[in-house]
């Protein structure tokens, strides 16, 4: 029986997700760009245009993913890194919009006037506590006074907000 984390595994040594997948991208858009180059539009390459956009395509893919940036990594290794970590953030995205829409706001603003603003400011504050406590944002380093620093500013800030928002109908 074959093993999906082994094949992954085996699939990562190769460089597939280093070399195969960042190189069929490149090919695809530089294909596409190619395509509508103005140097393949006359009729003496009516019959060749495809395969002349996916050679020059191809060629310059390979130099692509071949060059080094300045901290060493090859261009496909620094794609791993990018879309990996932007998976990370956007999975904390979906947490904190979840967390907004349980206590009753949409993207639009307030469903219902009569939802708790303490209540929604404390489910974000949850969703990002799990965030930080899953390793999931490990980039941010943050240290502890600066961690310390934006509580008080926040909790600084949301006395404020709720002292000038007032409660007795006077303005």
Do not use: C, H
Not at 77 to 91: D, N, R, V, W
Not at 124 to 140: K, P, Q, R, W
């Amino acid at each position: 029986m074959v093993d999906f984390n082994s094949m992954m595994d085996t699939m990562r040594g190769s460089g597939f997700d280093t070399f195969v997948l960042p190189w069929i991208l490149f090919l695809v858009i530089i294909y596409a760009i190619v395509q509508a180059a103005p140097f393949l539009k006359g009729e003496e390459l009516k019959g060749q245009r495809r395969q002349i956009a996916v050679i020059i395509a191809a060629i310059l893919s390979f130099f692509i993913i071949n060059f080094r940036m300045s901290d060493g990594r090859l261009v496909g290794e620094a794609l791993t890194t990018l879309f990996g970590s932007m998976s990370l953030y956007l999975a904390g995205i979906l947490v904190l919009i979840l967390f907004l829409g349980m206590g009753g706001w949409s993207i639009k603003g307030k469903d219902d006037s009569s939802v708790n603003s303490l209540v929604v400011v404390a489910l974000v504050l949850v969703a990002i506590m799990i965030f930080f406590n899953t390793g999931m944002a490990e980039s941010f380093n943050i240290s502890d006074e600066t961690a310390t620093w934006l509580f008080m500013l926040l909790l600084v800030g949301g006395a404020l907000y709720f002292l000038g928002k007032g409660g007795d109908g006077e303005e």
